[in-house]
């Protein structure tokens, strides 16, 4: 049975930092692309970032690109999430994902993603 369970959330002030954790088990992770997505209350699923299957490759959404950062370390099966800089509208639900299929351009849809986490929430005051 494929589990994903984030860790990390919390409630932060604007500006500070924050770390998310993917465990994954269940699944030969070094065989799956990982992403982040997010969503807030009232607003659709949105991608977050995601990286290759070896970690060579990273993607981001044009929102968070400079301020989060998301790394994999294959031989402990889990995904990270560096978040910084935070804003009040990075507010919401974080799940992570697995995909065993991802092309450079579908990558940033929820599409090729086979397995979700249940999700961690991050709450971010101004």
């Known amino acids: 049975q494929v589990r994903l369970v984030e860790s990390g959330g919390g409630l932060v002030q604007a500006g500070a930092s924050l770390g998310l954790s993917c465990a994954a088990s269940g699944l030969t992770f070094s065989s799956y692309t990982m992403g982040w997505f997010r969503q807030a209350p009232g607003k659709e699923r949105e991608f977050v970032a995601a990286?290759?299957?070896?970690?060579?490759?990273?993607y981001y959404a044009d929102s968070v690109k400079g301020r989060f950062t998301i790394s994999r370390d294959n031989a402990k099966n889990t995904v990270y999430l560096q978040m910084s800089s935070l804003k009040p509208e990075d507010t919401a639900v974080y799940y992570c994902a697995a995909a065993n299929s991802a092309s450079s351009v579908s990558v940033y849809l929820s599409r090729p993603y086979n397995y979700w986490g249940q999700g961690s929430q991050v709450t971010v005051s101004s």
């Open positions: 990286i290759s299957r070896s970690g060579g490759n990273t």
